[in-house]
């Protein structure tokens, strides 16, 4: 059912998402309803499939930020840390701040700078308050590497395709944490990827799926 949850507004595309089951959570709802879908993608906002967003980039279907929402919501409590790799334009990094709250810290990362520019403009627009208070961070660099100067992470998500998963988001994971990536490349898997309170780490297969790639930005946008 999940790609048959477009609606006419904000509120009708989560409501279906909830009666897909695919949302199960208040908290997740209340936060995809507090973040209207329209201030980050300019095209087709609602439909549930993804959306250019430029830079040869796209922004991914609604019921894949409803499933990463979901499954990372034990590590989105308050007070928690995020890293956002491919914040793209910067919807998913909003969602994550609603969730962790005031006293919690979302880093969003691109690797081209439009694409921070971009989330970074379409944050001010919506909630200039997460950046004033410097609750969301927008960085510009290599997701693949993570972000170590605001290390550790409760939980990290990722939104592009590793041909395998960098060891540098699993070090930079608090313990306990969560990655949420996927994974593959002809063939592609979401992986939940968590490390507990010794430091074990253990991986399970979630669902496959076709994003783009975590790649060189040279590979993917040239101007």
Request: proline letters at 6%; a neutral charge.
């Amino acid at each position: 059912m999940a790609w048959y949850c477009s609606a006419n507004n904000n509120d009708g595309l989560v409501n279906n998402l909830k009666s897909a089951r695919i949302i199960k959570s208040e908290k997740v709802e209340k936060a995809m309803k507090a973040v209207d879908r329209k201030n980050y993608v300019s095209q087709s906002p609602y439909k549930d499939s993804p959306q250019q967003i430029g830079f040869g980039a796209t922004i991914s279907a609604p019921h894949m930020h409803a499933h990463a929402l979901q499954n990372l919501e034990p590590f989105l409590q308050p007070g928690m840390k995020v890293l956002d790799v491919g914040c793209g334009s910067g919807y998913l990094t909003t969602c994550f701040a609603e969730m962790v709250g005031p006293e919690g810290k979302v880093i969003g990362m691109e690797h081209i700078k439009g694409l921070v520019d971009l989330s970074r403009k379409n944050i001010q627009k919506d909630r200039p308050d997460l950046l004033e208070s410097q609750r969301v961070i927008l960085v510009y660099g290599d997701g693949r590497k993570g972000y170590p100067e605001e290390a550790l992470y409760d939980c990290i998500h990722v939104g592009a395709a590793a041909e395998k998963t960098p060891q540098a988001l699993i070090d930079q994971l608090n313990a306990p944490g969560r990655l949420f990536i996927p994974v593959g490349s002809y063939s592609q898997s979401i992986y939940q990827i968590d490390k507990d309170e010794n430091g074990n780490v253990t991986q399970k297969e979630i669902m496959g799926v076709m994003y783009v790639p975590l790649t060189d930005a040279d590979k993917q946008w040239s101007p």
